[in-house]
């Protein structure tokens, strides 16, 4: 049984992660060092039933593009959407990536606009009348995706800070995720002070996607993507999964 044991962790395959340590619940984020959410919970199951072995190293999602897309430092970045120039230096999915709902994604992320209980603004469709200022996160492709349809954005450092600020200030708005603003409230009892909205404002898929200069296999990452789609369309672990956050 030993010499069974050597063998198998001696022969098994191994891929180097980076994932964004900002805390983008329930989704992604790092607790004490260690990469943690929704999305990981996804990719390790699915590196495990095809017998890899990993290691996730939470870093700025500026710094995992860098280094583990541009510079292959890393085999794979943990859940990144699409972008033209991401698809410069990372491997996505066979299928058109720049479909809204992909099937190929981890999981489907719906960004919607956070207002102060005062705010008497409704969206309802056109990001033009946000409000402003207009908060998003360091980094992220829905501050680009803005940007391109002329809104300007005040960038702040995550969805926390920028809440706390929309709270303190009473003016403007928060784009974020519906479970991350949820979250913030409760923690900072916020829940009478802000408002969700239904609409969302962008719905953008997310992928496991690999660094062109990672010596993954063309084969080997497309069982890993089918594995993922496996796994997100498996209910019960989804609901295991989910009973977590």
């Known amino acids: 049984m030993l010499i069974t044991f050597v063998v198998s962790t001696v022969s098994a395959k191994e891929i180097s992660i980076c994932s964004d340590d900002n805390f983008w619940y329930p989704f992604s984020y790092s607790e004490n060092g260690t990469a943690k959410g929704w999305h990981i919970d996804i990719i390790t199951t699915a590196l495990k039933n095809l017998g890899y072995q990993y290691k996730i190293v939470p870093l700025s999602w500026k710094r995992c593009l860098e280094d583990g ?54 969206y309802q469709g056109d990001p ?21 349809s002329g809104v300007k954005v005040d960038i702040g450092h995550n969805s926390e800070q920028n809440i706390k600020s929309l709270v303190r200030d009473k003016k403007g708005v928060v784009i974020t995720v519906p479970q991350l603003a949820k979250f913030i409230a409760k923690k900072h009892h916020l829940e009478n002070k802000i408002i969700i909205h239904s609409d969302p404002i962008k719905s953008k898929s997310y992928f496991f996607a690999f660094s062109q200069k990672s010596k993954v296999s ?28």
Do not use: H
């Open 69 to 122: 897309g541009k510079n292959g430092q890393f085999d794979a970045v943990a859940n990144a959407s699409y972008k033209p120039s991401r698809a410069e230096y990372l491997s996505y999915p066979p299928e058109n990536p720049r479909q809204e709902k992909s099937d190929w994604r981890i999981m489907q992320v719906e960004y919607v606009v956070v207002s102060d209980i005062s705010e008497t603004y409704r």
């Open 218 to 245: 063309e084969k080997e990452k497309l069982e890993i993507w089918q594995e993922i789609v496996r796994i997100r369309e498996n209910e019960f672990l989804m609901n295991q999964f989910s009973s977590q956050y």
């Open 128 to 148: 033009l009348t946000l409000p402003l200022p207009v908060r998003g996160t360091m980094g992220y492709s829905i501050v680009d995706d803005l940007k391109e």
